[in-house]
């Protein structure tokens, strides 16, 4: 039944989507991010990472490097809902008050596909790059009120991992990334 196993290995929105989407979470920035993933879980169904700072903070934008401490987390269940700390002045400020923050992607070459968002007129807004030079996340604007998210996709199988060791949420205790 192919139906089952693009399920069983895309994960419910991509499953739903078609084995070609790359689609595999949407994120909101939350003024307090505990309070949120105490909130947000029972309302939503679903359990969340504990709360994880990424090791990196220099972030690149147009106008130079930029020092930004993320805090965050993902549901670990299909469809990820991925919950971001509020850091004032930067792309993840809760002030902005966008709807619907943005929706990440996986690319195997965020180099590649961040300048052809750049080239349909979805400007590159902050990146990070790893020791290596390789880029390891872009954020886009677009002009529908959301950002794209290009996530570099050699973290597919660590943070499916990640939803998996957390345990089953709510629901059938299945875990699928």
Known sequence: MPEAEDLARLGVLAATMGAGSRVYHVGFVVPDLE?????????????????????FSTLETPAGAREVSLRLTYSTRPVHVELIASVSGSLWDFDDRRRGHHVGIWADDIESEA??????????????????????????????????????????NGLAESFRAAGPGPGDGKVVA
């Not at 309070?35 to 090791?55: D, M, N, Q, R, Y």
């Not at 807004?125 to 290596?132: C, E, F, N, S």
């Open 115 to 156: 300048d052809r968002l750049d080239g349909l007129g979805m400007p590159r807004l902050w990146w990070v790059r790893g020791p290596d030079g390789v880029m390891i996340f872009s954020y886009h604007d677009t002009p529908y009120g959301f950002y794209i998210e290009l996530v570099n996709s050699t973290f597919r």
């Open 35 to 55: 309070e949120a993933i105490a909130t947000l879980g029972p309302a939503l169904g679903v359990s969340f990472l504990p709360p994880l700072e990424l090791p």
